[in-house]
């Protein structure tokens, strides 16, 4: 509900600008306007050997990803947007044009002034309108490899993940997707993935790198019991291997034709993924629709995707009950409610039990300091004091 | 037969960006427009590599004629794997209206001087869409040619060659030595990466003019005017069938 206009107003489109301000291969950075979608930019950057990695699963606007964090499925490798915007240019609610770093400014490190950038990554539109976008770029991986495992259990699927983290292979993704999911995938793409929960694992580096780091994960995926190691290099192969979790979401759906997704979003310390996960699904085993879990395993990310009647309030109340125990579970153990989804509407209320109320205040002064008078965006990111 | 393949590389405006008439209607905006490899030719020199790396190649040789800028081209070739680029240095108003014949005629003199066996080039540049280049240089040189290739397979001297053709695949079999023109599926490229860009740095490019090959580049071809497409003109929405039969009717669309 982020770009929920909740209060009327005006709706500012900036699909239009969208140039491509500057490429600087030799220092591997970039700055973009608003309309630049990620493709885009890859498309152009394809001859320097460079590109913008982070993937949220869509071709969206690079400073629309800013403005939310966003991340995605290699963030255990490269971060989320916050690691890698270098700079920002905001117009501020009383109209001043600010740069964040300072105009044209791309220091790969600076003491200089307050690190306002990563202050509006993540805003949502509340503090200031970005108009371009500053980016770290980083080098397309000589080689990559991808590898699919089945598990005799959520358990020994999780904590083989866990500790191919703890392991310090540096992974490029790392993703879980459960026995429903891989039902719902087989039935929706015509696969034949063995039905049990499945993790897919992608290498990026030189040739002997991708090897090294493969044959670990692959004698850790082994020790936990895990089936089968099936693994692809080449483009297509690595394609195929991957349908299922690219697919998930639309198969998801499939399994209930007509029905909504109410996706849920924690993260937690890797440490404590296996129990969370391990309850998580003991708890959505009572639901009375079909659901799917899908994690970014590498950060101790998970979803559930509950595949509701959208007209129907008992379902959306009982996919609510189970989304609120779930961030519940989350937060008791040093996790978030919200991992890369945002805050929205949705989870608003949530905000005062994952943050305390000083907490709340230091991140409330910092909005009336940028926009005193609430008009931007206003109602979203934090809650009422 | 190892194959000494020849590439053919087109510096060309890039796809993804959005042309514009000169206002004298001489021509496109080509100042300061990004400009990079014919997507078709990127697809050549992937076959080419390919073709080495299944050790049924010994040498890919990149080639592009044009502007200074045409190195950068070439070293993306370079960057992509190729062993060599040769750059032919051709200026100005000459580049501006040489004719694909233009270059057929200096590649046949490159691959008699390279002594290459085999030529892939993209089947048509995205700029002028011409598809001949390959066509007259199979000619020129008495050789076979296999075009439009979806797949190419050495089988000996010869090559089984599928083309996508309107009516669907035709399979050919062509004797070496031989001209290929790559299409759209025959593969997808490679990206450069960055230690291969750098490696690319250090690899041999030999400069030559088409003089020095003894080819005449001039066109007896003349760019009259070039005009963007008319702009569409707005439709009507009709409320009924008999109105949508009288405007026809109105328009000598129907008797």
Same mark, same amino acid.
């Given at each position: 509900?982020?770009?929920?206009?909740?209060?009327?107003?005006?709706?500012?489109?900036?699909?239009?600008?969208?140039?491509?301000?500057?490429?600087?291969?030799?220092?591997?950075?970039?700055?973009?306007?608003?309309?630049?979608?990620?493709?885009?930019?890859?498309?152009?950057?394809?001859?320097?050997?460079?590109?913008?990695?982070?993937?949220?699963?869509?071709?969206?606007?690079?400073?629309?990803?800013?403005?939310?964090?966003?991340?995605?499925?290699?963030?255990?490798?490269?971060?989320?947007?916050?690691?890698?915007?270098?700079?920002?240019?905001?117009?501020?609610?009383?109209?001043?044009?600010?740069?964040?770093?300072?105009?044209?400014?791309?220091?790969?490190?600076?003491?200089?002034?307050?690190?306002?950038?990563?202050?509006?990554?993540?805003?949502?539109?509340?503090?200031?309108?970005?108009?371009?976008?500053?980016?770290?770029?980083?080098?397309?991986?000589?080689?990559?490899?991808?590898?699919?495992?089945?598990?005799?259990?959520?358990?020994?699927?999780?904590?083989?993940?866990?500790?191919?983290?703890?392991?310090?292979?540096?992974?490029?993704?790392?993703?879980?997707?459960?026995?429903?999911?891989?039902?719902?995938?087989?039935?929706?793409?015509?696969?034949?993935?063995?039905?049990?929960?499945?993790?897919?694992?992608?290498?990026?580096?030189?040739?002997?790198?991708?090897?090294?780091?493969?044959?670990?994960?692959?004698?850790?995926?082994?020790?936990?019991?895990?089936?089968?190691?099936?693994?692809?290099?080449?483009?297509?192969?690595?394609?195929?291997?991957?349908?299922?979790?690219?697919?998930?979401?639309?198969?998801?759906?499939?399994?209930?034709?007509?029905?909504?997704?109410?996706?849920?979003?924690?993260?937690?310390?890797?440490?404590?993924?296996?129990?969370?996960?391990?309850?998580?699904?003991?708890?959505?085993?009572?639901?009375?629709?079909?659901?799917?879990?899908?994690?970014?395993?590498?950060?101790?990310?998970?979803?559930?995707?509950?595949?509701?009647?959208?007209?129907?309030?008992?379902?959306?109340?009982?996919?609510?009950?189970?989304?609120?125990?779930?961030?519940?579970?989350?937060?008791?153990?040093?996790?978030?409610?919200?991992?890369?989804?945002?805050?929205?509407?949705?989870?608003?209320?949530?905000?005062?039990?994952?943050?305390?109320?000083?907490?709340?205040?230091?991140?409330?002064?910092?909005?009336?300091?940028?926009?005193?008078?609430?008009?931007?965006?206003?109602?979203?990111?934090?809650?009422?004091? | 037969?190892?194959?000494?393949?020849?590439?053919?590389?087109?510096?060309?405006?890039?796809?993804?960006?959005?042309?514009?008439?000169?206002?004298?209607?001489?021509?496109?905006?080509?100042?300061?427009?990004?400009?990079?490899?014919?997507?078709?030719?990127?697809?050549?020199?992937?076959?080419?590599?390919?073709?080495?790396?299944?050790?049924?190649?010994?040498?890919?040789?990149?080639?592009?004629?044009?502007?200074?800028?045409?190195?950068?081209?070439?070293?993306?070739?370079?960057?992509?794997?190729?062993?060599?680029?040769?750059?032919?240095?051709?200026?100005?108003?000459?580049?501006?209206?040489?004719?694909?014949?233009?270059?057929?005629?200096?590649?046949?003199?490159?691959?008699?001087?390279?002594?290459?066996?085999?030529?892939?080039?993209?089947?048509?540049?995205?700029?002028?869409?011409?598809?001949?280049?390959?066509?007259?240089?199979?000619?020129?040189?008495?050789?076979?040619?296999?075009?439009?290739? *979806? /797949? $190419?397979?050495?089988? =000996?001297?010869?090559?089984?060659? @599928? +083309?996508?053709?309107?009516?669907?695949? %035709?399979? !050919?079999?062509?004797?070496?030595?031989?001209?290929?023109?790559?299409?759209?599926?025959?593969?997808?490229?490679?990206?450069?990466?960055?230690?291969?860009?750098?490696?690319?740095?250090?690899?041999?490019?030999?400069?030559?003019?088409?003089?020095?090959?003894?080819?005449?580049?001039? *066109? /007896? $071809?003349?760019?009259? =005017?070039?005009?963007?497409?008319? @702009? +569409?003109?707005?439709?009507?929405?009709? %409320?009924? !069938?008999?109105?949508?039969?009288?405007?026809?009717?109105?328009?000598?669309?129907?008797?």
């Amino acid at each position: 509900g982020g770009v929920c206009a909740t209060q009327g107003g005006i709706h500012i489109n900036l699909t239009k600008m969208d140039r491509i301000l500057e490429v600087n291969a030799a220092d591997f950075d970039a700055c973009v306007e608003p309309g630049v979608r990620r493709k885009q930019l890859n498309e152009h950057l394809r001859a320097t050997g460079l590109h913008f990695p982070i993937d949220p699963g869509a071709d969206a606007s690079l400073c629309g990803m800013a403005s939310t964090n966003a991340s995605g499925t290699n963030a255990v490798r490269y971060g989320t947007m916050r690691e890698n915007v270098l700079n920002l240019e905001v117009v501020l609610a009383d109209g001043e044009v600010v740069h964040t770093a300072g105009k044209r400014r791309r220091a790969r490190k600076s003491s200089a002034g307050y690190n306002l950038t990563n202050i509006f990554v993540g805003s949502e539109g509340t503090l200031g309108i970005i108009t371009s976008t500053s980016l770290r770029l980083y080098g397309i991986p000589e080689k990559v490899t991808s590898a699919v495992v089945s598990f005799p259990s959520i358990k020994a699927a999780v904590d083989t993940c866990v500790q191919i983290i703890q392991a310090g292979i540096p992974i490029a993704r790392l993703e879980y997707l459960d026995e429903n999911g891989i039902k719902s995938v087989n039935s929706y793409s015509g696969l034949s993935y063995a039905v049990a929960p499945t993790v897919f694992l992608e290498f990026e580096g030189s040739e002997s790198s991708v090897q090294e780091q493969s044959d670990i994960a692959g004698e850790l995926a082994q020790q936990n019991g895990g089936g089968d190691y099936q693994w692809a290099s080449n483009a297509e192969e690595r394609a195929k291997l991957w349908s299922a979790r690219h697919n998930a979401f639309y198969a998801g759906l499939a399994l209930r034709p007509g029905s909504k997704a109410l996706i849920t979003d924690v993260c937690v310390p890797v440490s404590e993924l296996t129990d969370v996960l391990v309850e998580t699904q003991e708890d959505i085993k009572t639901a009375s629709f079909p659901n799917v879990v899908i994690g970014h395993v590498g950060d101790g990310n998970f979803h559930v995707a509950f595949m509701i009647d959208q007209d129907s309030k008992a379902e959306a109340d009982e996919a609510k009950a189970f989304a609120l125990r779930m961030a519940r579970r989350a937060l008791a153990c040093g996790g978030t409610c919200t991992g890369e989804h945002g805050i929205g509407m949705g989870k608003i209320d949530l905000l005062r039990e994952e943050f305390s109320e000083e907490t709340l205040r230091a991140m409330w002064s910092v909005k009336n300091a940028f926009d005193p008078n609430n008009l931007m965006n206003p109602g979203k990111v934090l809650p009422e004091l | 037969m190892s194959l000494r393949v020849l590439v053919g590389c087109k510096r060309v405006i890039d796809y993804a960006v959005r042309v514009r008439v000169k206002p004298d209607s001489t021509g496109v905006v080509t100042q300061g427009v990004k400009h990079s490899m014919n997507p078709f030719d990127e697809i050549a020199v992937e076959q080419a590599l390919q073709l080495k790396e299944q050790k049924l190649a010994s040498e890919v040789i990149a080639f592009s004629c044009g502007p200074a800028q045409c190195v950068e081209t070439l070293r993306t070739a370079l960057a992509m794997g190729a062993d060599r680029a040769v750059h032919v240095t051709v200026e100005g108003a000459e580049y501006e209206n040489m004719q694909p014949l233009a270059v057929a005629k200096i590649m046949k003199k490159l691959v008699e001087k390279e002594d290459a066996n085999l030529v892939i080039v993209g089947k048509q540049a995205i700029d002028d869409d011409c598809n001949q280049t390959g066509q007259m240089l199979a000619g020129l040189l008495g050789w076979s040619q296999g075009t439009f290739a *979806s /797949k $190419v397979d050495v089988d =000996g001297e010869q090559l089984k060659v @599928v +083309r996508e053709v309107d009516g669907g695949l %035709e399979t !050919v079999q062509v004797s070496l030595p031989s001209v290929v023109t790559a299409d759209l599926r025959l593969n997808t490229p490679r990206y450069a990466t960055l230690p291969n860009i750098m490696k690319a740095k250090k690899k041999p490019m030999d400069k030559l003019s088409a003089g020095d090959l003894g080819v005449d580049v001039s *066109s /007896k $071809v003349s760019m009259v =005017g070039v005009s963007e497409p008319p @702009v +569409r003109q707005a439709g009507s929405k009709v %409320e009924s !069938v008999s109105d949508l039969v009288q405007k026809l009717k109105a328009k000598g669309a129907i008797a």
